[in-house]
């Protein structure tokens, strides 16, 4: 898709929305102001199961429920890709790309160095394309390395005025 007039770098803007999406960010302005929380119970003997049958087959880098979560939220946005929009200066936006972001320790203490890593999908990735995936990002966050996202917050902390980025409409 090309870009049109509008479109930021990571989101092409979207014209053609519900009256209600256009008033919504005018009502909750703050990032928070309108979430929505569920509590729900989740029977995992099946998705154990499974991962104990990958991991027998694969024992050196075991599966783990949160390769599960991942897949499933990447998955789930994918096909409802109305989950992968977002509000910038009261305009929304799809993003251009599906993307999962965690961080990962470099050492796993209470003082370890943390990285960003990240996991883009197109949409046909199996359990198996995320589970290497991410594995390769831990690698290379764990690894002397920097990430691009690691290495714009180190610049971004000898910015003078730094405290006044994120008090937009406060």
């Known amino acids: 898709m090309a870009k049109k007039f509008g479109d930021r770098k ?3 803007k979207l014209k053609k929305i519900h ?3 256009v008033i ?3 009502i909750f302005p703050n990032r928070c102001d309108n979430e929505a929380f569920i509590s729900q119970r989740i029977d995992l003997t099946k998705v154990n ?3 104990a049958k990958k991991n027998a087959e694969n024992p050196e880098y075991r599966y783990n429920l949160f390769q599960v979560i991942v897949t499933a ?3 789930t946005m994918v096909l409802r890709p109305k989950m992968n929009r977002f509000i910038a200066n009261n305009t929304m ?3 251009k790309e599906t993307s999962a972001s965690f961080t990962v320790k470099k050492v796993f203490s209470d003082d370890g ?3 960003l890593a990240q996991v883009k999908v197109k949409g ?4 198996d394309d995320i589970h290497n995936e991410i594995f390769r990002q831990v690698s290379f966050c764990r690894s002397d390395n920097k990430d691009a996202s690691t290495e714009s917050m180190d610049i971004l902390q000898k910015i003078p005025g730094k405290k006044l980025i994120g008090k937009g409409n406060h």
């Open 73 to 75: 939220v990447l998955k």
């Open 24 to 26: 919504m960010p005018l």
């Open 93 to 95: 936006y799809m993003h």
């Open 49 to 51: 199961a499974y991962l």
């Open 124 to 127: 046909h990735e199996t359990i």
């Open 113 to 115: 160095a943390e990285a």
């Open 10 to 12: 990571d989101g092409y």
């Open 19 to 21: 009256s209600m999406h």
